[in-house]
Protein backbone atom coordinates (compact mmCIF):
# COMPACT_ATOMS: atom_id res chain seq x y z
CA UNK A 1 0.00 0.00 0.00
CA UNK A 2 1.58 3.22 -1.32
CA UNK A 3 1.11 6.39 0.82
CA UNK A 4 1.76 10.16 0.24
CA UNK A 5 2.59 12.64 3.31
CA UNK A 6 2.90 16.03 2.38
CA UNK A 7 4.55 18.63 4.74
CA UNK A 8 6.32 15.58 5.70
CA UNK A 9 9.79 17.96 6.98
CA UNK A 10 7.29 19.22 9.04
CA UNK A 11 6.66 18.83 12.93
CA UNK A 12 3.52 16.78 12.62
CA UNK A 13 4.55 15.47 9.13
CA UNK A 14 7.79 13.53 10.50
CA UNK A 15 6.20 11.90 12.80
CA UNK A 16 3.13 11.01 10.85
CA UNK A 17 6.36 9.39 8.14
CA UNK A 18 7.73 7.37 11.26
CA UNK A 19 4.05 5.76 11.76
CA UNK A 20 3.18 5.19 8.40
CA UNK A 21 6.88 3.51 8.34
CA UNK A 22 5.81 0.97 11.23
CA UNK A 23 2.28 0.32 10.01
CA UNK A 24 4.56 -0.97 6.71
CA UNK A 25 3.85 1.23 4.58
CA UNK A 26 5.40 2.40 1.07
CA UNK A 27 5.69 5.88 2.34
CA UNK A 28 6.04 9.19 -0.20
CA UNK A 29 7.05 12.13 2.04
CA UNK A 30 5.92 15.48 0.48
CA UNK A 31 8.63 17.94 0.66
CA UNK A 32 10.19 21.10 -1.09
CA UNK A 33 13.65 20.51 -1.95
CA UNK A 34 14.76 23.38 0.25
CA UNK A 35 13.04 21.33 3.12
CA UNK A 36 15.18 19.72 5.75
CA UNK A 37 15.72 16.07 5.83
CA UNK A 38 17.10 15.97 9.39
CA UNK A 39 14.21 13.76 10.63
CA UNK A 40 13.17 11.79 7.79
CA UNK A 41 16.75 9.84 7.76
CA UNK A 42 15.43 6.34 7.11
CA UNK A 43 16.19 4.97 3.87
CA UNK A 44 12.94 3.49 3.59
CA UNK A 45 11.40 6.64 2.58
CA UNK A 46 10.83 8.24 -0.63
CA UNK A 47 10.23 11.57 -1.81
CA UNK A 48 8.22 13.90 -3.61
CA UNK A 49 8.28 17.61 -4.38
CA UNK A 50 5.04 18.77 -6.05
CA UNK A 51 4.51 22.13 -6.85
CA UNK A 52 1.18 23.27 -5.13
CA UNK A 53 1.21 26.69 -6.67
CA UNK A 54 0.86 25.67 -10.27
CA UNK A 55 -2.20 23.34 -10.90
CA UNK A 56 -1.06 22.40 -14.44
CA UNK A 57 2.41 21.85 -13.83
CA UNK A 58 0.90 19.59 -10.63
CA UNK A 59 -1.20 17.65 -13.17
CA UNK A 60 1.65 16.74 -15.44
CA UNK A 61 4.17 15.82 -12.14
CA UNK A 62 1.05 13.51 -11.14
CA UNK A 63 0.46 12.29 -14.26
CA UNK A 64 3.71 11.16 -14.48
CA UNK A 65 4.52 9.80 -11.03
CA UNK A 66 1.69 7.57 -11.71
CA UNK A 67 3.10 6.23 -15.07
CA UNK A 68 5.88 5.47 -13.52
CA UNK A 69 4.60 4.11 -9.87
CA UNK A 70 1.07 4.03 -10.12
CA UNK A 71 -1.48 5.84 -7.99
CA UNK A 72 -1.67 6.42 -3.99
CA UNK A 73 -3.43 4.42 -2.13
CA UNK A 74 -3.78 6.93 0.64
CA UNK A 75 -3.03 10.53 1.20
CA UNK A 76 -2.40 12.47 4.41
CA UNK A 77 -2.46 16.24 3.25
CA UNK A 78 -0.38 17.66 6.26
CA UNK A 79 1.10 20.08 4.30
CA UNK A 80 0.43 24.16 5.21
CA UNK A 81 1.39 27.45 7.88
CA UNK A 82 0.31 27.63 10.90
CA UNK A 83 2.52 31.45 10.90
CA UNK A 84 3.63 33.53 8.52
CA UNK A 85 4.44 37.17 7.49
CA UNK A 86 1.30 38.21 5.45
CA UNK A 87 -2.20 37.14 6.50
CA UNK A 88 -2.87 36.42 3.10
CA UNK A 89 -0.72 33.52 2.90
CA UNK A 90 -3.00 31.63 5.35
CA UNK A 91 -5.71 31.58 2.30
CA UNK A 92 -2.98 31.08 -0.73
CA UNK A 93 -1.18 28.19 1.51
CA UNK A 94 -3.68 26.60 3.41
CA UNK A 95 -6.71 27.10 0.74
CA UNK A 96 -5.54 27.36 -2.73
CA UNK A 97 -2.89 25.34 -2.54
CA UNK A 98 -4.98 22.36 -0.99
CA UNK A 99 -7.94 23.60 -3.90
CA UNK A 100 -4.92 23.08 -6.66
CA UNK A 101 -4.40 19.83 -5.28
CA UNK A 102 -7.53 17.83 -4.60
CA UNK A 103 -8.54 19.36 -8.15
CA UNK A 104 -5.03 17.81 -10.03
CA UNK A 105 -6.06 14.76 -8.20
CA UNK A 106 -9.36 14.56 -9.54
CA UNK A 107 -8.21 15.63 -13.02
CA UNK A 108 -5.26 13.00 -13.09
CA UNK A 109 -7.74 10.36 -12.06
CA UNK A 110 -5.62 9.75 -8.72
CA UNK A 111 -7.83 10.10 -6.27
CA UNK A 112 -6.91 7.95 -3.29
CA UNK A 113 -9.17 5.52 -1.32
CA UNK A 114 -8.88 8.35 1.32
CA UNK A 115 -7.89 11.49 1.39
CA UNK A 116 -6.83 12.69 5.45
CA UNK A 117 -6.81 16.12 5.38
CA UNK A 118 -4.90 17.81 8.59
CA UNK A 119 -7.37 20.76 9.74
CA UNK A 120 -7.39 22.42 13.22
CA UNK A 121 -9.75 22.95 16.38
CA UNK A 122 -8.83 26.43 15.03
CA UNK A 123 -11.18 25.62 12.20
CA UNK A 124 -14.71 25.65 14.40
CA UNK A 125 -13.23 28.53 16.63
CA UNK A 126 -13.35 29.00 20.31
CA UNK A 127 -15.69 27.01 22.64
CA UNK A 128 -18.86 28.67 24.87
CA UNK A 129 -17.31 30.77 27.48
CA UNK A 130 -20.29 31.06 29.54
CA UNK A 131 -21.77 27.27 29.96
CA UNK A 132 -17.88 26.28 29.34
CA UNK A 133 -19.78 22.94 26.68
CA UNK A 134 -17.25 21.63 25.12
CA UNK A 135 -16.84 22.13 21.16
CA UNK A 136 -19.20 19.38 19.05
CA UNK A 137 -19.03 18.34 16.04
CA UNK A 138 -22.91 19.28 15.35
CA UNK A 139 -21.52 23.17 16.04
CA UNK A 140 -21.33 25.66 13.56
CA UNK A 141 -17.86 26.98 12.55
CA UNK A 142 -17.21 29.94 13.77
CA UNK A 143 -13.16 30.28 13.66
CA UNK A 144 -11.96 33.83 14.63
CA UNK A 145 -8.24 33.92 13.38
CA UNK A 146 -6.65 33.87 9.78
CA UNK A 147 -5.57 30.08 9.89
CA UNK A 148 -8.71 28.77 10.98
CA UNK A 149 -10.60 30.73 8.73
CA UNK A 150 -8.60 29.08 5.90
CA UNK A 151 -9.18 25.82 7.49
CA UNK A 152 -12.35 25.13 7.24
CA UNK A 153 -12.54 26.87 4.03
CA UNK A 154 -10.61 23.89 2.32
CA UNK A 155 -12.88 21.44 4.55
CA UNK A 156 -15.85 23.40 2.74
CA UNK A 157 -14.61 23.05 -0.70
CA UNK A 158 -13.57 19.56 -0.37
CA UNK A 159 -16.81 18.49 1.26
CA UNK A 160 -18.26 19.72 -1.44
CA UNK A 161 -16.69 17.45 -4.08
CA UNK A 162 -19.34 14.40 -4.83
CA UNK A 163 -18.11 11.31 -3.05
CA UNK A 164 -14.39 12.50 -2.45
CA UNK A 165 -13.40 10.48 0.10
CA UNK A 166 -12.15 12.96 2.18
CA UNK A 167 -11.42 12.77 6.10
CA UNK A 168 -10.87 15.77 8.41
CA UNK A 169 -8.65 15.66 11.11
CA UNK A 170 -9.30 18.41 13.69
CA UNK A 171 -6.93 17.74 16.50
CA UNK A 172 -6.29 20.49 19.19
CA UNK A 173 -2.65 21.86 20.91
CA UNK A 174 -0.50 19.27 19.17
CA UNK A 175 2.61 19.06 21.02
CA UNK A 176 5.72 16.73 21.44
CA UNK A 177 9.54 16.80 20.41
CA UNK A 178 10.66 18.90 18.02
CA UNK A 179 7.59 21.45 18.22
CA UNK A 180 8.61 24.98 19.05
CA UNK A 181 5.50 26.63 20.69
CA UNK A 182 5.06 24.97 23.41
CA UNK A 183 8.43 24.34 24.12
CA UNK A 184 8.39 28.80 24.32
CA UNK A 185 6.27 28.35 27.87
CA UNK A 186 8.31 25.18 28.76
CA UNK A 187 11.85 27.36 28.63
CA UNK A 188 9.58 30.19 30.25
CA UNK A 189 8.89 28.24 33.28
CA UNK A 190 12.89 26.58 33.32
CA UNK A 191 14.03 30.49 33.46
CA UNK A 192 11.32 30.51 36.67
CA UNK A 193 9.09 32.66 35.05
CA UNK A 194 5.33 31.40 34.42
CA UNK A 195 3.42 33.68 31.93
CA UNK A 196 -0.42 33.64 32.16
CA UNK A 197 -3.52 35.56 30.23
CA UNK A 198 -6.12 36.98 32.89
CA UNK A 199 -7.31 36.15 35.93
CA UNK A 200 -10.13 33.45 35.05
CA UNK A 201 -8.64 30.33 34.70
CA UNK A 202 -8.24 28.42 30.58
CA UNK A 203 -9.42 25.34 30.16
CA UNK A 204 -6.87 23.61 27.66
CA UNK A 205 -6.57 20.44 25.89
CA UNK A 206 -3.82 18.54 23.95
CA UNK A 207 -3.16 15.80 21.90
CA UNK A 208 0.38 14.70 21.97
CA UNK A 209 1.89 14.36 18.62
CA UNK A 210 2.20 10.18 18.88
CA UNK A 211 -1.34 9.99 19.67
CA UNK A 212 -2.13 11.91 16.68
CA UNK A 213 -0.35 9.59 14.63
CA UNK A 214 -1.68 6.82 16.13
CA UNK A 215 -5.65 8.14 15.93
CA UNK A 216 -4.97 9.00 11.77
CA UNK A 217 -3.67 5.49 10.82
CA UNK A 218 -6.46 3.87 12.66
CA UNK A 219 -9.05 6.17 10.64
CA UNK A 220 -7.48 4.76 7.82
CA UNK A 221 -7.24 1.46 8.62
CA UNK A 222 -11.16 1.59 10.00
CA UNK A 223 -11.67 2.68 6.36
CA UNK A 224 -13.55 5.67 7.64
CA UNK A 225 -14.31 8.15 5.10
CA UNK A 226 -16.35 11.85 4.40
CA UNK A 227 -16.33 12.05 8.39
CA UNK A 228 -14.67 14.84 10.89
CA UNK A 229 -13.08 14.46 14.01
CA UNK A 230 -11.89 16.12 16.71
CA UNK A 231 -8.78 14.90 18.16
CA UNK A 232 -7.46 15.20 21.97
CA UNK A 233 -6.41 12.81 25.04
CA UNK A 234 -9.61 13.31 26.26
CA UNK A 235 -8.49 15.32 29.24
CA UNK A 236 -9.27 19.28 29.97
CA UNK A 237 -6.30 20.77 31.70
CA UNK A 238 -6.78 24.37 33.39
CA UNK A 239 -3.88 26.61 32.49
CA UNK A 240 -2.52 26.06 36.42
CA UNK A 241 -2.70 22.54 36.32
CA UNK A 242 -0.37 22.88 32.59
CA UNK A 243 2.01 25.11 34.98
CA UNK A 244 2.00 23.07 37.85
CA UNK A 245 2.78 20.24 35.43
CA UNK A 246 5.51 21.59 33.86
CA UNK A 247 7.50 22.98 36.89
CA UNK A 248 7.25 19.21 38.54
CA UNK A 249 8.87 17.98 35.44
CA UNK A 250 11.59 20.88 35.35
CA UNK A 251 12.08 20.35 39.15
CA UNK A 252 11.31 24.28 39.71
CA UNK A 253 9.99 24.93 42.96
CA UNK A 254 10.10 28.57 43.35
CA UNK A 255 8.31 30.04 40.28
CA UNK A 256 7.31 33.53 39.87
CA UNK A 257 4.20 34.01 37.80
CA UNK A 258 3.08 36.90 35.60
CA UNK A 259 -0.19 37.46 34.89
CA UNK A 260 -1.10 40.04 31.99
CA UNK A 261 -4.50 41.20 32.28
CA UNK A 262 -6.37 40.31 28.91
CA UNK A 263 -7.00 44.03 27.96
CA UNK A 264 -3.55 45.39 28.35
CA UNK A 265 -2.37 41.79 26.04
CA UNK A 266 -4.91 43.45 23.39
CA UNK A 267 -3.45 46.85 22.92
CA UNK A 268 0.30 45.12 23.14
CA UNK A 269 -0.82 42.53 20.00
CA UNK A 270 -2.81 45.34 18.36
CA UNK A 271 0.06 47.86 18.50
CA UNK A 272 2.38 45.15 17.40
CA UNK A 273 0.14 43.89 14.48
CA UNK A 274 -0.06 47.78 13.40
CA UNK A 275 3.42 48.50 13.81
CA UNK A 276 5.03 45.31 11.88
CA UNK A 277 2.26 45.50 9.38
CA UNK A 278 3.82 49.03 8.22
CA UNK A 279 6.85 47.12 6.78
CA UNK A 280 5.16 43.79 5.71
CA UNK A 281 5.49 41.93 8.70
CA UNK A 282 3.35 39.92 11.37
CA UNK A 283 4.94 39.60 14.99
CA UNK A 284 4.62 36.42 17.32
CA UNK A 285 1.96 38.65 19.22
CA UNK A 286 -0.91 40.09 16.94
CA UNK A 287 -4.20 39.59 16.78
CA UNK A 288 -4.50 36.13 15.68
CA UNK A 289 -2.32 35.61 18.93
CA UNK A 290 -4.57 37.61 21.01
CA UNK A 291 -8.04 35.63 20.00
CA UNK A 292 -6.60 32.64 20.93
CA UNK A 293 -4.69 33.52 24.13
CA UNK A 294 -8.14 35.39 25.24
CA UNK A 295 -10.38 32.16 25.04
CA UNK A 296 -10.93 30.51 28.01
CA UNK A 297 -12.60 27.11 26.41
CA UNK A 298 -10.55 24.69 24.16
CA UNK A 299 -12.75 21.51 25.46
CA UNK A 300 -14.06 19.49 22.81
CA UNK A 301 -16.11 16.45 22.43
CA UNK A 302 -13.80 12.83 20.86
CA UNK A 303 -16.84 10.33 22.11
CA UNK A 304 -17.20 10.24 18.12
CA UNK A 305 -13.00 9.59 17.52
CA UNK A 306 -14.04 6.75 20.78
CA UNK A 307 -17.01 5.10 19.13
CA UNK A 308 -15.72 4.73 16.19
CA UNK A 309 -12.22 3.48 16.14
CA UNK A 310 -11.89 3.42 19.74
CA UNK A 311 -9.42 5.61 20.65
CA UNK A 312 -7.80 5.94 23.66
CA UNK A 313 -4.53 8.18 23.77
CA UNK A 314 -1.23 6.58 25.61
CA UNK A 315 -0.27 9.89 26.54
CA UNK A 316 -2.08 12.30 29.26
CA UNK A 317 0.24 16.01 29.52
CA UNK A 318 2.43 14.44 32.49
CA UNK A 319 3.50 11.58 30.46
CA UNK A 320 3.98 13.61 26.86
CA UNK A 321 5.67 16.27 28.57
CA UNK A 322 7.90 14.42 30.23
CA UNK A 323 9.17 12.57 27.47
CA UNK A 324 9.47 15.87 25.21
CA UNK A 325 10.92 18.40 28.05
CA UNK A 326 13.94 15.03 28.05
CA UNK A 327 14.17 15.18 24.31
CA UNK A 328 14.64 18.81 24.49
CA UNK A 329 16.69 19.04 27.34
CA UNK A 330 18.67 15.86 27.36
CA UNK A 331 20.10 17.34 30.75
CA UNK A 332 17.10 16.69 32.61
CA UNK A 333 16.94 13.02 32.06
Known amino acids: M ?19 LEQGF ?8 SSSKKYLADERIKFIDLDYSNKE ?17 YIIHNAGITKCNKKSDFDKINFVFTKNF ?37 DYPKPNTAYGESKIKSEKFIADIPDFPYLFVRPTGVYGPREKDYLSFVKSVKKGIVPS ?4 PQYLTFIYVKDLAKAIFLMIEKRIV ?27 KFTVKICVPVFILKIICFLLDTIYGWFGKSPTLNRDKYNILKVRNWKCEIQPLQDDINFHADYDLARGLEETIKFEFPEKS
Open 2 to 20: KILITGASGFIGSFLVEKS
Open 26 to 33: ETYAGIRA
Open 57 to 73: KLISQLNEFKQQNGAWD
Open 102 to 138: VEALCTANMIPKTFVYMSSLSAWGAGNEKTLQPIRLS
Open 197 to 200: VGLK
Open 226 to 252: RKSYFVSDGNVYTSAEYAKIVKKILGK
